[in-house]
């Protein structure tokens, strides 16, 4: 695509509005505003909520990220509790959903489909108990501690199935909450949804009428395929599974609903006749399971609500071992009698409760692409962008991974884009928001130099990625300083990256081997050095020459060599020269270890240069031999085998579990396959769960785990 020199879209419009009142809203003090001030806002927050709210229900595809569209959605209700003469009718505060589409014929629902509200943290969810408590007190004429449900908040669209002495008869979509679309045909493909019920009919009488409520989804595996194929055919992706989902059920062709891999979980029951509904949510939905609907196994009922803020910590942090989004955790006064007792209120029930997670995508402007040496050479791109705030931490540089992705997402310097932030993981840019492109913005290309030494880049077939491979590159040459000296490898205290640049830039250090050369006149050189510093850090230096083996293999900086490969590498080398005699053949038939990196050794010692380093190293006193506790365990049950952990183990952290097998020989994987020969079993666990369950694969408690090790 050429770059045009267009006027701004009407949508690059609606973004920059909305970017300045997200800002807006992040810097004032809403409570405080005049009644002038607050019209004004509320006006603008209304206008904008309800353009995105129509992108997002009608159109399925909206142009912002759901935490952003919640916060000014919270701004304005902030502002209407303050003063309730703004709230007006077409406010989207008052509203639930989108208009039906007219292309499909509409459904009047018996009883309307509403929304829930929203608890952006444990203290709204307090609150709303609370609040329940308080109600039920009020009404019962004695205090209650009601129980409660806890189901994940599955992000896909709402259904609403009827069906009529047990055969599915409309399909319906939430639309305004009033009136929805009839999706009849289109439902009838999705497989997991019953035509007729109870599926098993040995499980009792037809329920004369009932109304199923639940959730249309789409995995996030099928979601991936669906896009590659869209993109192939030269069609516009979805930004994301929800909108997959929505969009697919809502085809004019069934046919083409029924080509898109849609999924089902139903929770929930609207009217129902001559039906025996149990008196609780929680016994709903194992009710729902008997008549032959898939429901959420992750959903748990709860006496206490300290419980119930344990669940939501727990799924905020394992949300991604998921196979499908979840956007938070619904939560659900259990009893159905409680439920009538509170009511609903405009557009959401009273007696649940959405508890979201916090923030984890963003937009922003990309305000450049930099490049990046890393210590073996790899060159990578990373965005520059201004500034955004994601989940409560601000973010101005992300990965952009290499250049293929930059090309095949084609992500543009000035473009604004969608970043992502999630758990510990590296920020990154995920894509472009296209709609919001001006004409002016700047394809990009990998340098044909390295921007540290000059020297041409290179790529190498079948690589994604461009290496500087010059074996003087001072950046490289940093970094590599800077990991041998860190924590994992030789663990130098007051060796940052910092003092790392300084040592190489001032020619003090060209080589490691230079490091154990330092005297304390050099460093006094440097700046920032005093005595003290300078005589702690030649301290470091000289603890350092005695770490174990696998510390100094890894800090050398051989590709693919990363902290597990080393230590396995030392249960069966005693020492580095061991290691530079061995062959690939030798090195490739160690259970864990594969040609690239055997390889890789190889070609590491086979380098004149290396091996004089390793010459001075060890003339230099660095240790090079196997330390008696790197000796290899004796032969246990464990060696060799792959473990896989799923869910939270009562006493071990995943780390500590993750440690302890590895020291006794074993290895540990992150998904389940055919190759994996334990799983280790914890509270709440993920679909590894059901996989080994499939698979047949033996499982084990954290004390079977125990024994299994011989401690226990
Ligand atoms: N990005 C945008 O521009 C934009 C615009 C409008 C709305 N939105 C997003 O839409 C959402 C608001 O939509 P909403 O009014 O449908 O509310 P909601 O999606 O937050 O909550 C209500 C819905 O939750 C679903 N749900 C999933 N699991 C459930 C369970 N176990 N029990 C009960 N319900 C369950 C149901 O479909 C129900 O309709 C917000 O996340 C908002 O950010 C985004
Ligand atoms: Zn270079």
């Known amino acids: 695509m050429e770059t045009r020199t267009a006027q701004p879209t009407a949508e690059a419009r609606l973004l920059e509005t909305t970017r300045a009142l997200l800002q807006t809203v992040r810097q004032t003090n809403l409570e405080a505003l005049d009644r002038n001030a607050a019209e004004a806002l509320a006006g603008q927050l209304r206008n904008v909520l309800n353009q995105h709210a129509y992108r997002y229900y009608v159109l399925d595809r909206p142009l912002i990220p759901d935490a952003d569209y919640d916060l000014l959605l919270q701004a304005l209700r902030t502002l209407e509790t303050r003063f309730p003469d703004l709230i007006t009718p077409d406010s989207p505060t008052q509203r639930v959903g989108g208009p039906p589409l007219e292309r499909f014929e509409k459904v009047r629902h018996p009883e309307p489909l509403l929304s829930l509200s929203n608890a952006f943290g444990e203290a709204d969810v307090r609150a709303w108990y609370e609040r329940c408590c308080r109600m039920l007190a009020e009404q019962l004429g004695q205090q209650v501690q009601p129980a409660l449900t806890a189901e994940l908040k599955i992000d ?47 499980a009792g009488p037809a329920p004369v009428r009932l109304e199923v409520r639940g959730e249309v989804y789409m995995r996030k595996q099928d979601f991936e395929r669906l896009n590659e194929q869209l993109q192939a055919r030269g069609e516009r992706p979805f930004a994301n ?112 409760i959405a508890y979201k997670f916090p923030a984890r995508e963003a937009i922003t402007r990309l305000l450049d692409i930099i490049v990046n040496v890393g210590r073996t050479g790899v060159v990578k791109p990373e965005a520059v962008l201004e500034p955004v705030e994601i989940g409560g931490v601000t973010v101005s540089q992300a990965t952009l ?257 993750e440690e302890l097998i590895k020291k006794a020989g074993g290895r540990v994987a992150s998904s389940v396959s055919r190759h994996t020969d334990y799983v280790v079993v914890g509270e709440n666990p993920g679909s590894k769960y059901d996989r080994a369950r499939q698979l047949g694969i033996p499982m084990l408690d954290e004390e079977e785990l125990l024994r299994l090790l011989g401690m226990k």
């Open 156 to 202: 896909g669209v709402a259904m609403a199935l009827t069906y009529e002495n047990g055969v599915l008869t409309v399909g319906a979509t939430r639309g305004d909450g009033i009136e929805g679309e009839n999706v009849t045909q289109n439902v009838r493909t999705i497989p997991a949804i019953p035509l007729r019920i109870p599926v098993d009919p040995a």
């Open 241 to 352: 599974p929800r909108n997959a989902a929505a969009g697919s059920v809502r085809q004019l062709n069934p046919q083409v609903t029924a080509a898109r891999p849609l999924s089902f979980f139903a929770y929930g029951v609207g009217p129902a006749e001559g039906a025996d509904v149990p008196d609780s949510q929680y016994e709903v939905l194992q009710w729902l399971r008997q008549l032959g609907f898939p429901v959420n196994e992750h959903a748990r009922r709860f006496a206490a609500l300290e419980e119930v803020l344990a669940y939501c910590r727990y799924w905020t942090e394992h949300r991604d071992d998921l196979d499908y989004e979840i956007d938070g955790v619904v939560l659900k006064i259990d009893s159905r009698f409680y439920q009538t007792l509170l009511g609903t209120i405009s557009n959401a029930p009273r007696w649940a």
């Open 401 to 657: 991974h290499n250049e293929d992705y930059v090309r095949t997402r084609d992500i543009r310097i000035g473009d604004l884009v969608v970043v992502i932030r999630a758990g510990d993981v590296i920020p990154q840019v995920v894509r472009p928001v296209v709609e919001a492109r001006t004409g002016r913005e700047r394809p990009w290309r990998m340098p044909e130099r390295c921007p540290s030494c000059g020297s041409p880049l290179v790529r190498l077939p079948g690589e994604a990625d461009y290496y500087c491979v010059a074996s003087d590159c001072p950046a490289q040459f940093v970094r590599l300083l800077e990991h041998f000296a860190s924590r994992d490898a030789m663990d130098i205290e007051g060796m940052g990256s910092r003092v790392a640049r300084q040592l190489a830039e001032s020619g003090l250090v060209r080589r490691l081997s230079d490091l154990y050369r330092l005297q304390l006149e050099d460093l006094l050189q440097l700046e920032g050095f005093a005595e003290t510093r300078a005589r702690n850090l030649l301290h470091a230096i000289e603890a350092s020459k005695r770490r174990a083996l696998s510390r100094l293999l890894f800090g050398l900086g051989i590709r693919h060599v990363g902290k597990t490969t080393a230590e396995l590498l030392v249960q069966h080398f005693a020492s580095i020269d061991e290691l530079a005699a061995a062959t690939v053949d030798r090195l490739a038939a160690i259970e864990g270890i594969g040609p690239i990196t055997a390889e890789s050794i190889v070609d590491w010692f086979r380098v004149e240069d290396n091996r004089q380093l390793v010459e001075e190293l060890k003339a230099l006193g660095v240790n090079t031999q196997r330390l008696p506790e790197e000796a290899p365990a004796a032969e246990s049950p464990v060696r060799g085998k792959t473990f896989v952990l799923t869910g939270a183990l009562p006493t071990l952290t995943r780390k500590e579990a």
